[in-house]
């Protein structure tokens, strides 16, 4: 009986077997493992003309005007999923900060919200980035780095996010001797978060983050931060109510600073209206809790202050309104008010205008202008929001207060 041997010349049998393995891979499988990976992002640049604008009282300092190309929160990443059964998935994503406008990726500065040492790495998958569980039943476990729930809770509302007139110029900071000494608008580290699955018209988000995973011996100051969300949609309305604190603990003493916010948005028609109320409050008095040696802990940042006092803490306010006059334009403003630290007159109070025109070219493209203002009191320092990658947005951010940067922005956005 012959053998049923079809005879291949080398070169043919090798073009058989890719076609054949070619064939193989867009089968089914490898559609639905292909499927299940997905590269994403966003290239966001625009060009901004910044006036720093001039501080006041002894030492002053003039400011400059200059034009700079800038990357806006632009990012590219990768995320999937894996099917493992009974309605769970197996979830990851990484995410790096796109520099559009010089080429670099990745953070070079400090986590925000975060002032202890071991937080002060160079990363690159600096945005969200993260392995978890997740099922439609009993919600997502991520592990990883990412949003924090009470930055996620108001992010929506704010109108010009990831720009220069971003409202986290003046949202979610505190001030301590004039300048920002916290951020709690922000995405943390070694964070462990759950978000809920919807009940009806209600979820939440709980997260923490041990902040000084790489201590390493007793006397070194340790951080944590805990940070909890509830989110409220239905219809038209949107609502939020959100918590966070960050402790640090020294050696013989622990100091704790923490946010609570509202958050209100309402669709009505061709006009969303937002609005959010931030309160923030410390136990700091004569302690200075960003000092990692402990033999100084005495400082004050705040000035002659009792122990355990409120040194830091303020009130602030946010306000939007985002007119579609067509499906493709909108006209935009926003107004942040940072309510004084301490007493009434302490001269620390400041606020931020800005305004701007949007026009969607398609769904994944978009250009924008904007204008913004922003006015300090003469012992406060705050800056421009640093969303964008321009640099310094005001004048002498150590020096004395006053100042009142102004900036001009044109871009164009790309979602991919």
């Known amino acids: 009986m012959q053998n049923n041997i079809i005879h291949v010349p080398n070169q043919k049998r090798i073009a058989a077997l890719a076609i054949t393995a070619a064939l193989t891979l867009s089968g089914p499988a490898f559609a639905a493992a292909s499927n299940n990976v997905t590269l994403y992002g966003q290239a966001n640049v625009s060009y901004d003309t910044i006036n720093t604008g001039s501080s006041s009282g002894s030492g002053s300092v003039q400011g400059i005007t200059?034009?700079?190309?800038?990357?806006?929160?632009?990012?590219?990443?990768?995320?999937?999923?894996?099917?493992?059964?009974?309605?769970?998935?197996?979830?990851?994503?990484?995410?790096?900060?796109?520099?559009?406008?010089?080429?670099?990726?990745?953070?070079?500065?400090?986590?925000?919200?975060?002032?202890?040492?071991?937080?002060?790495?160079?990363?690159?998958?600096?945005?969200?980035?993260?392995?978890?569980?997740?099922?439609?039943?009993?919600?997502?476990?991520?592990?990883?780095?990412?949003?924090?729930?009470?930055?996620?809770?108001?992010?929506r509302l704010d109108v010009f996010a990831d720009g220069i007139a971003d409202n986290r110029s003046l949202m979610g900071t505190t001030i301590a001797a004039g300048v920002v000494t916290e951020t709690f608008d922000a995405r943390l580290s070694n964070l462990m978060l759950y978000m809920s699955p919807s009940f009806g018209s209600f979820s939440m988000s709980v997260g923490y983050s041990n902040l000084t995973e790489s201590n390493t011996y007793y006397d070194q100051p340790s951080g944590s931060a805990v940070s909890v969300a509830g989110m409220y949609e239905q219809g038209a309305v949107y609502a939020t109510f959100a918590y966070e604190d960050h402790t640090t603990r020294l050696k013989d003493v622990s100091t704790t600073i923490k946010a609570t916010k509202l958050g209100l948005g309402y669709k009505l028609g061709i006009l969303d209206l937002g609005f959010v109320y931030e309160k923030s409050r410390d136990d700091f008095g004569n302690l200075n809790p960003y000092d990692p040696d402990p033999s100084s802990i005495t400082y004050n940042p705040c000035g002659g202050i009792q122990d355990g006092a409120n040194c830091s803490g303020h009130g602030t306010l946010y306000f939007s309104a985002n007119f579609h006059f067509t499906d493709k334009d909108a006209v935009k403003i926003a107004l942040t008010k940072a309510r004084q630290v301490g007493p009434a007159n302490s001269n620390t109070s400041a606020s931020q205008f800005a305004a701007g025109l949007d026009h969607d070219f398609n769904e994944r493209t978009a250009g924008y202008f904007l204008y913004t203002l922003l006015r300090n009191d003469k012992l406060v320092r705050y800056g421009l929001s640093t969303a964008s990658s321009s640099g310094d947005n005001s004048v002498n951010p150590t020096g004395t207060g006053g100042a009142g940067p102004a900036a001009f922005s044109i871009g164009v956005r790309h979602s991919f």
């Open 66 to 155: 200059s034009s700079r190309l800038a990357s806006n929160s632009s990012h590219i990443g990768l995320k999937g999923f894996s099917e493992l059964g009974s309605s769970w998935k197996a979830i990851f994503q990484a995410e790096v900060s796109l520099g559009t406008d010089t080429g670099a990726s990745g953070c070079q500065v400090p986590d925000t919200g975060t002032p202890t040492k071991s937080s002060r790495w160079k990363c690159f998958f600096d945005r969200n980035t993260y392995l978890g569980l997740s099922s439609i039943d009993y919600g997502t476990l991520l592990a990883g780095r990412h949003d924090t729930p009470y930055k996620m809770a108001t992010r």
